[in-house]
Antibody, heavy 118, light 107 residues
Framework: EVQLVQSGAEVKKPGESLKISCKGS????????IGWVRQMPGKGLEWMGIIYPGDSDTRYSPSFQGQVTISADKSISTAYLQWSSLKASDTAVYYCAREAAGGSFDYWGQGTLVTVSS | DIQMTQSPSSLSASVGDRITITCRASQSISSYLNWYQQKPGKAPKLLIYAASSLQSGVPSRFSGSASGTDFTLTISSVQPEDFATYYC?????????FGQGTKVEIK
């Protein structure tokens, strides 16, 4: 069974750093792109970027380029999303998802709520 | 970036109604269009891929179609479990943009 399990909710202060994770199982982790999607409170879905764990090829949305870093450790089948300096506007639920061969997100993680508040 | 514009942003329907949600792309995307359903507090779920292909396990009352840069998601007979928010997504190019969502509520 394909599963993506994300790390737990985080509460941080502005300026702090953070790295959240997404662990894949039940499939060949290195053969599928993993994407990250942001959902701010009460808002829609925003595509942030994707990574191919097989070779770490990464694509970012221009809206998120330079604001976050997407990485992966294929040895432990885990993808990451990290911030070096959080802002209050980073408060959101972040989802990871597997991109199927056709380009759709066919499996999703449960989401990680990140709250940034002083 | 390719812009995806959904309409309406919300709609009210009764159980058994036929409903249609439209998504318009700002440029040609061929059939590179997906539809997702999201319920409150849950991750999105893939319903339709490649504009009209039903994802495995999704009820046949859901269907998708395309005409040029206009795409349609139809629910032939809305069931209580279908009240949710629906999003389109283009996968023609990166960034793979989503529409702003359509909330389907109970009338």
């Amino acid at each position: 069974e394909v599963q993506l399990v994300q790390s737990g909710a985080e509460v941080k202060k502005p300026g702090e750093s953070l790295k959240i994770s997404c662990k894949g199982s039940g499939y060949r982790f290195t053969s599928y792109w993993i994407g990250w999607v942001r959902q701010m409170p009460g808002k829609g879905l925003e595509w942030m970027g994707i990574i191919y764990p097989g070779d770490s090829d990464t694509r970012y949305s221009p809206s998120f380029q330079g604001q976050v870093t997407i990485s992966a450790d294929k040895s432990i089948s885990t993808a990451y999303l990290q911030w070096s300096s959080l802002k209050a506007s980073d408060t959101a639920v972040y989802y990871c998802a597997r991109e199927a061969a056709g380009g759709s997100f066919d499996y999703w993680g449960q989401g990680t709520l990140v709250t940034v508040s002083s | 970036d390719i812009q995806m514009t959904q309409s309406p942003s919300s709609l009210s329907a009764s159980v058994g109604d036929r409903i249609t949600i439209t998504c318009r792309a700002s440029q040609s995307i061929s059939s590179y269009l997906n539809w997702y359903q999201q319920k409150p507090g849950k991750a999105p779920k893939l319903l339709i891929y490649a504009a009209s292909s039903l994802q495995s396990g999704v009820p046949s009352r859901f269907s998708g179609s395309a005409s040029g840069t206009d795409f349609t998601l139809t629910i032939s007979s809305v069931q209580p479990e279908d009240f949710a928010t629906y999003y389109c997504q283009q996968i023609y190019s990166t960034p793979r943009t989503f529409g702003q969502g359509t909330k389907v509520e109970i009338k």
